[in-house]
């Protein structure tokens, strides 16, 4: 798929949504728009609490987009949800979030930021919210994969 010089797919994928396709984890999460830009204003996961201002609004417009029936915005909305509790994750098992020191990958430390974890924990019961959705589900069931 053609994109730009910042690797962003020329593609608006609210007109052709037929152009999308579900990836592994959290993959395109910077690529399709207009749902980045509409998506990452919203996400943060500084602390519990930009936590869960950031889920409860990434998950309104889960719905807003549900509403619409486009799931293109569901699953990329699911994607920042998912990669908020990722990247909050690392943080919270990892000091100063690096996984890796010299190319060699740390031991894990439980848990060197229990503020991260809080933060983790959000995002997660709000991804399964948003994973267990019916309609998300059914279209998901439907959506041709990579």
Request: glycine share 8%; proline share 5%; charged share 35%.
């Amino acid at each position: 798929m053609p994109a730009d010089e910042n690797g962003v797919y020329c593609v608006d994928f609210r007109e052709h949504p037929e152009y999308y396709r579900i990836d592994r984890g959290e993959q395109g999460v910077f690529k399709v728009e207009p749902y980045k830009s509409e998506l990452l204003p919203l996400w943060g996961y500084a602390d519990a609490g930009t936590a869960a201002e950031s889920a409860v609004a990434i998950r309104e417009r889960f719905e807003e987009y549900r509403e619409r029936g486009e799931f293109v915005g569901m699953d990329m909305a699911r994607k920042y949800l998912r990669m908020g509790y990722t990247r909050a994750m690392r943080y919270a098992r990892y000091p100063g979030g690096r996984k890796y020191v010299d190319g060699e990958e740390r031991d894990p430390v439980e848990w060197a930021d229990a503020e991260k974890r809080r933060a983790a924990r959000i995002y997660w019961h709000a991804l399964q919210s948003v994973t267990a959705d019916s309609v998300y589900r059914a279209f998901r069931e439907r959506w041709p994969r990579v």
